[in-house]
T-cell receptor, first 115, second 113 residues
Framework: GENVEQHPSTLSVQEGDSAVIKCTYS??????FPWYKQELGKGPQLIID?????GEKKDQRIAVTLNKTAKHFSLHITETQPEDSAVYFC??????????????FGKGTKLSVIP | DAGVIQSPRHEVTEMGQEVTLRCKPI?????LFWYRQTMMRGLELLIY????????DSGMPEDRFSAKMPNASFSTLKIQPSEPRDSAVYFC???????????FGPGTRLTVL
């Protein structure tokens, strides 16, 4: 099955600096790569996603890049703010046919933005 | 819409007791997913449904776990008998279709003593 590795497990940055989180996946058939943000006591919430037919996607201060050849994708947060502090998860999935989908998550990165 | 609704939010029970977790997906969503989150294993998919039909239950750890979706607006995850190692946060999520954004509920924190 799919295996998703995520690094680093913890990340501390000064407010205003950039943060980068990296993930690798094992199944070359995976074609959907979402990123989720989880705040304390809440469920994960999608912040951005990318499909395998594009290499980069941006939404305001957040961007995701995908390298299909190397099987890795990254989350970039610019101009970090204290409210960006949370746990971030990457995930990968593919259409296995017959309406079958399965998201495999990385272990998460705890991001702390220091004011 | 109120989003995905889960109940109870917290459950404390003793080993050997039956536990039932409940989920109401977002109206109109065809897919429903049950996840378990622990520090050691992260977020794990347990089972998911498409139009109330279980599609993949390979993530269900043991026969002690069972899930049902009797209609489009309700699903249950049952553990019987419960064990201390079942202690975790259980999330329900729903999506319009399988390859789309999954909306997560607030989770149920289960503690088995």
């Amino acid at each position: 099955g799919e295996n998703v590795e995520q690094h680093p497990s913890t990340l501390s940055v000064q407010e205003g600096d950039s943060a980068v989180i990296k993930c690798t996946y094992s199944d070359s058939a995976s074609n959907y790569f979402p990123w989720y943000k989880q705040e304390l006591g809440k469920g994960p919430q999608l912040i951005i996603d990318i499909r395998s037919n594009v290499g980069e996607k941006k939404d305001q201060r957040i961007a995701v890049t995908l390298n299909k050849t190397a099987k890795h994708f990254s989350l970039h947060i610019t101009e970090t703010q204290p409210e960006d502090s949370a746990v971030y998860f990457c995930a990968a999935s593919k259409n296995s046919g017959a309406g079958s989908y399965q998201l495999t998550f990385g272990k998460g990165t705890k991001l702390s933005v220091i004011p | 819409d109120a989003g995905v609704i889960q109940s109870p939010r917290h459950e404390v029970t003793e080993m050997g007791q039956e536990v039932t977790l409940r989920c109401k997906p977002i109206s109109g969503h065809d897919y429903l997913f049950w996840y378990r989150q622990t520090m050691m294993r992260g977020l794990e998919l347990l089972i998911y449904f498409n139009n109330n039909v279980p599609i993949d239950d390979s993530g269900m750890p043991e026969d002690r776990f069972s899930a049902k979706m009797p209609n489009a607006s309700f699903s249950t995850l049952k553990i019987q008998p419960s064990e201390p190692r079942d202690s975790a946060v259980y999330f329900c999520a729903s999506s319009l279709w399988g390859g789309d954004e999954q909306f997560f509920g607030p989770g149920t924190r289960l503690t088995v003593l």
